[in-house]
């Protein structure tokens, strides 16, 4: 705890009461990460009941668009009004969004509603983190990630398995619907429990900042998205939403440098290890979600192995990182340094990836686990050491803005991730068809460089060897990407200045380091009981 001074005092046990918000905060984590693996699941189901096959992808699109938009305003409001009324709302949007979308009758509705369980969603992961960095010391935050950590492994190893077990046995409206009980849960617990400081900050909220961002961030959304799929990366369509980001990014940092109260203040990028951690979250985000599309793929299409578990393929990569993410937690909790880590993560991240790119069509799924295994291990270094060091790098009244930035970083990361890997896969992939396999290699992936089971197993043989061929090719490619970039992640983790982690009987903060009151974290735990 901590005196009025701020000096921090020796650790002591967590309240139940704030071990009881702890795991209401991990519901709602839950929450945001495991709807779209289980909704991606049914999504054939719901197509073939709703029909509207044209507008697939906009159910996944718009949930996306929403989250990211939403992002950084959450994190304003909850700054400017107090964290636990920013929170609790997101968590009554994104439900009454579920509900929404399971009663939708057909796949406009469905779109509409998926776009308002997106807003909601926007704060639940900002909501999170912001909480914890109030209720936690810095110090004491490490000893976290691997709650953390866990709840996403788990999301995404039980997302697909449980989006098909609840659309075979109860149908596809459930995969919204048990949303319900998990965030009932949440918000009777977090009502009851949590009570952190009242705040009102005087100012009006930056309305033409949130509009400009909102509007930068679904253009980069959509170019990420449609690029290479819905339209060819060098149309019109593509170049004009290019240029609609551009001005609307230029303009919003205009106007961040006016407003009085502004949605995202620019000065928190004065922290030189906020600003790093943000470039660091940015190719985590595109390292792991390139590599949890491209994994299944390869194994599914070159290593015969089932679509129904692909949740489990990837439990090498996942349990290397909650192990990892754990030690990294302890050892900065106890120690209070932190820079190694994301050095040794870059460093694994980019070794992990390379040995990916080795893969061929004569891999073994054991070879192939172990080099996700070491892929793992590194972004489980950097997942939530990351958000750790931007929170400290920032004084407390910019807690949710740092966190939502942090938050967004990695969500624009996954966007080009996915979309500037996949350009490079499905390229390669249909170029190695064409070569190997002639006219009938090019009809085979004119539709999609993505064969289901089906259809791989309909192809004769010697057509389906060249694909195995290709997407082996495919996926090297893309994965030498992906290793490349990380290297860019490695040479921000070496500037990174290694200040000393606020509160819990950590050593003082040097004037001028990384700003923030110490006090302010361990005061919002006593206020929690």
Same mark, same amino acid.
């Given at each position: 705890?901590?005196?009025?001074?701020?000096?921090?005092?020796?650790?002591?046990?967590?309240?139940?009461?704030?071990?009881?918000? #702890?795991?209401?905060?991990?519901?709602?984590?839950?929450?945001?990460?495991?709807?779209?693996?289980? &909704?991606?699941?049914?999504?054939?189901? =719901?197509?073939?009941?709703?029909?509207?096959?044209?507008?697939?992808?906009?159910?996944?699109?718009?949930?996306?668009?929403?989250?990211?938009?939403?992002?950084?305003?959450?994190?304003?409001?909850?700054?400017? !009004?107090?964290?636990?009324? +920013?929170?609790?709302?997101?968590?009554?949007?994104? #439900?009454?969004?579920?509900?929404?979308?399971?009663?939708?009758?057909?796949?406009?509705?469905? =779109?509409?509603?998926?776009?308002?369980?997106?807003?909601?969603?926007?704060?639940?992961?900002?909501?999170?983190?912001?909480?914890?960095?109030?209720?936690?010391?810095?110090?004491?935050?490490?000893?976290?990630?691997?709650?953390? +950590?866990?709840?996403? $492994?788990?999301?995404?190893? /039980?997302?697909?398995? &449980?989006?098909?077990?609840?659309?075979?046995?109860?149908?596809?409206?459930?995969?919204?619907?048990?949303?319900?009980?998990?965030?009932?849960? $949440?918000?009777?617990?977090?009502?009851?429990?949590?009570? #952190?400081?009242?705040?009102?900050?005087?100012?009006?909220?930056?309305?033409?900042?949130?509009?400009?961002?909102?509007?930068?961030?679904?253009?980069?959304?959509?170019?990420?998205?449609?690029?290479?799929?819905? !339209?060819?990366?060098?149309?019109?369509?593509?170049?004009?939403?290019? *240029?609609?980001?551009?001005?609307?990014?230029?303009?919003?940092?205009? &106007?961040?440098?006016?407003?009085? /109260?502004? &949605?995202?203040?620019?000065?928190?990028?004065?922290?030189?290890?906020?600003?790093?951690?943000?470039? =660091?979250?940015?190719?985590?985000?595109?390292? @792991?979600?390139?590599?949890?599309?491209?994994?299944?793929?390869?194994?599914?299409?070159?290593?015969?192995?089932? +679509?129904?578990?692909?949740?489990?393929?990837?439990?090498? @990569?996942?349990?290397?990182?909650?192990?990892?993410?754990?030690? $990294?937690?302890?050892?900065?909790?106890?120690?209070?340094?932190?820079?190694?880590?994301?050095? *040794?993560?870059?460093?694994?991240?980019?070794?992990?990836?390379?040995?990916?790119?080795q893969m061929d069509t004569d891999t073994t799924r054991f070879t192939s686990g172990l080099y996700m295994a070491v892929l793992g291990a590194g972004m489980g270094c950097l997942m939530q050491i990351t958000m750790l060091v931007a929170q400290n790098?920032?004084?407390?009244?910019?807690?949710?803005? $740092?966190?939502?930035?942090?938050? #967004?970083?990695?969500?624009?990361?996954?966007?080009?991730?996915?979309?500037? @890997?996949?350009?490079?896969?499905?390229?390669?992939?249909?170029?190695?068809?064409?070569?190997?396999?002639?006219a009938i290699g090019s009809k085979v992936t004119e539709q999609s460089a993505q064969l289901d089971a089906a259809s791989l197993a309909k192809l004769p043989a010697a057509a389906r060897e060249a694909y195995q061929f290709a997407v082996s090719s495919?996926?090297?490619? %893309?994965?030498?990407?992906?290793? =490349?970039?990380?290297?860019?992640?490695?040479?921000? /983790?070496?500037?990174?200045?290694?200040?000393?982690?606020?509160?819990?009987?950590?050593?003082?903060?040097?004037?001028?380091?990384? /700003?923030?009151? *110490?006090?302010? *974290?361990?005061?919002?735990? %006593?206020?929690?009981?």
């Amino acid at each position: 705890m901590a005196d009025d001074t701020g000096v921090a005092a020796e650790p002591e046990k967590q309240p139940r009461s704030v071990r009881v918000v #702890l795991f209401a905060l991990m519901v709602a984590m839950m929450l945001a990460m495991l709807d779209n693996m289980i &909704v991606g699941t049914a999504m054939p189901t =719901i197509v073939g009941e709703l029909g509207g096959l044209e507008h697939l992808s906009w159910v996944v699109t718009a949930y996306t668009l929403a989250t990211a938009a939403s992002t950084p305003i959450w994190g304003k409001l909850g700054d400017m !009004y107090g964290r636990k009324g +920013a929170f609790m709302t997101s968590i009554v949007i994104f #439900l009454i969004g579920s509900a929404l979308s399971g009663m939708a009758q057909d796949m406009g509705q469905l =779109i509409g509603f998926r776009a308002i369980q997106g807003l909601g969603a926007g704060g639940l992961m900002v909501g999170v983190m912001a909480i914890i960095g109030d209720l936690i010391p810095p110090r004491e935050r490490g000893k976290y990630q691997g709650m953390m +950590a866990g709840v996403m $492994a788990l999301a995404m190893i /039980a997302g697909p398995l &449980v989006g098909g077990t609840i659309t075979d046995h109860w149908g596809w409206r459930w995969s919204f619907y048990i949303n319900l009980p998990l965030g009932v849960v $949440a918000l009777l617990a977090i009502s009851a429990v949590l009570h #952190l400081p009242k705040k009102r900050v005087e100012g009006r909220i930056d309305y033409l900042g949130a509009g400009l961002l909102t509007i930068g961030i679904t253009a980069i959304v959509l170019v990420t998205t449609w690029g290479g799929s819905e !339209y060819a990366w060098g149309s019109a369509r593509i170049m004009e939403l290019i *240029a609609i980001g551009v001005v609307a990014l230029v303009g919003f940092v205009f &106007v961040q440098t006016k407003a009085a /109260a502004p &949605v995202v203040p620019l000065h928190i990028f004065r922290s030189r290890n906020f600003t790093l951690m943000s470039i =660091i979250g940015f190719i985590t985000g595109f390292v @792991m979600f390139g590599a949890t599309l491209f994994l299944p793929l390869y194994q599914q299409s070159v290593q015969g192995a089932s +679509a129904t578990n692909s949740g489990l393929l990837l439990l090498p @990569m996942l349990g290397a990182m909650l192990v990892t993410s754990m030690v $990294a937690g302890r050892v900065t909790t106890n120690t209070g340094r932190y820079k190694v880590f994301p050095v *040794a993560g870059s460093v694994l991240m980019a070794a992990g990836l390379f040995l990916l790119s080795q893969m061929d069509t004569d891999t073994t799924r054991f070879t192939s686990g172990l080099y996700m295994a070491v892929l793992g291990a590194g972004m489980g270094c950097l997942m939530q050491i990351t958000m750790l060091v931007a929170q400290n790098s920032v004084e407390m009244k910019d807690m949710g803005v $740092a966190s939502s930035t942090t938050t #967004l970083a990695r969500t624009l990361g996954s966007s080009f991730g996915v979309a500037i @890997m996949g350009a490079l896969f499905n390229q390669r992939v249909q170029d190695v068809m064409s070569e190997r396999a002639g006219a009938i290699g090019s009809k085979v992936t004119e539709q999609s460089a993505q064969l289901d089971a089906a259809s791989l197993a309909k192809l004769p043989a010697a057509a389906r060897e060249a694909y195995q061929f290709a997407v082996s090719s495919g996926t090297h490619s %893309a994965f030498l990407l992906g290793a =490349i970039v990380a290297v860019v992640s490695l040479v921000a /983790a070496v500037f990174v200045k290694e200040v000393p982690l606020k509160g819990a009987g950590g050593p003082k903060p040097a004037e001028g380091d990384a /700003a923030g009151d *110490a006090a302010g *974290a361990p005061r919002a735990v %006593a206020e929690a009981v």
